[in-house]
């Protein structure tokens, strides 16, 4: 694997997420709390990845150009902006309610993870559409 295939890895991670994020999700609404606890962990530990390999990514090439014009650009900024927006927002809200939870602290937790968990969402899925915006369109 090169530099050149982080951002396919990336994209994968962050669509990987998305989908741990929702199963969480889903099994904490089912009182799977066990299996909840499991999923969100490793939501977790694919975004601390996905996080890493952008970080380097991004050490080795510096900022990709968005190359098309017309009604697309400002659609591709208007996501990406909104996305940095949430994504610098999101690392200490998932750390936060990440705390909460290993200290048991469930009531804190879960006011904290109404927001969390949609942020978290978001990210990650516009992560996947700025991906395939700049790398596939």
């Known amino acids: 694997m090169s530099v050149a295939d982080l951002p396919k ?27 909840h606890k499991t999923f969100m962990l490793s939501s977790f530990a694919v975004s601390v990845l996905f996080l890493i390999s952008y970080l380097y ?23 990406l902006i909104s996305h940095s927006i949430f994504a610098a927002i999101i690392v200490p809200l998932v750390l936060f309610t990440l705390w909460r939870a290993l200290r048991a602290n469930f009531i804190k937790h ?8 949609p942020i978290w969402l978001y990210v990650s899925v ?12």
């Open 9 to 35: 890895v990336n994209a994968i991670l962050n669509g990987l997420s998305f989908a741990l994020l929702l199963c969480g999700f889903y099994f904490i609404r089912k009182r799977r709390i066990n299996i």
């Open 110 to 117: 879960k006011k904290i993870a109404h927001w969390t968990l």
């Open 57 to 79: 990514y991004h050490s080795q090439v510096g900022n990709i150009h968005f190359r098309h014009t017309g009604w697309i650009r400002p659609v591709y900024f208007t996501i």
């Open 126 to 137: 516009t992560g996947v559409v700025i991906y395939w915006m700049l790398y596939q369109l």
